[in-house]
């Protein structure tokens, strides 16, 4: 069982930066793949960024490649979302989720445990 915190939402202006974490409970953490999700009102969650065991591999929706970075930290079992040149349409509820295994993967059928999210709100 993996439970999942994320933190580090808030109101942020156009162009700004954010920087969210998500910390892991367990001792297993290394043995998951991490994602980042998003949900803005009124659509389907999408899927944001990814990153495999190692953290040497990650991946990135198209329309936040260049802008933010996954990472994570195996020791301190967190994984991150740095965010940058924000935009009004990165306003969403922000989830972080765990697969067990070592592949990252956009398909968020595949993640085994979810947090309860995080709001980011981006003003014009």
């Known amino acids: 069982q993996v439970q999942l915190g994320e933190s580090g939402g808030g109101l942020v202006q156009a162009g700004g930066s954010l920087r969210l974490s998500c910390a892991a409970s367990g001792r297993t953490f290394s043995s998951y793949s991490m994602g980042w999700f998003r949900q803005a009102p009124g659509k389907e969650r999408e899927f944001v960024a990814a990153?495999?065991?190692?953290?040497?591999?990650?991946d990135y929706a198209t329309s936040v490649e260049g802008r933010f970075t996954i990472s994570r930290d195996n020791a301190k079992n967190t994984v991150y979302l740095q965010m940058n040149s924000l935009k009004p349409e990165d306003t969403a509820v922000y989830y972080c989720?765990?697969?067990?295994?070592?592949?990252?993967?956009?398909?968020?059928?595949?993640?085994?445990?979810w947090g309860q999210g995080t709001q980011v709100t981006v003003s014009s």
């Open positions: 990153i495999d065991w190692s953290g040497l591999n990650t």
């Open positions: 989720a765990a697969k067990f295994g070592s592949s990252r993967t956009r398909d968020e059928d595949t993640y085994n445990y």
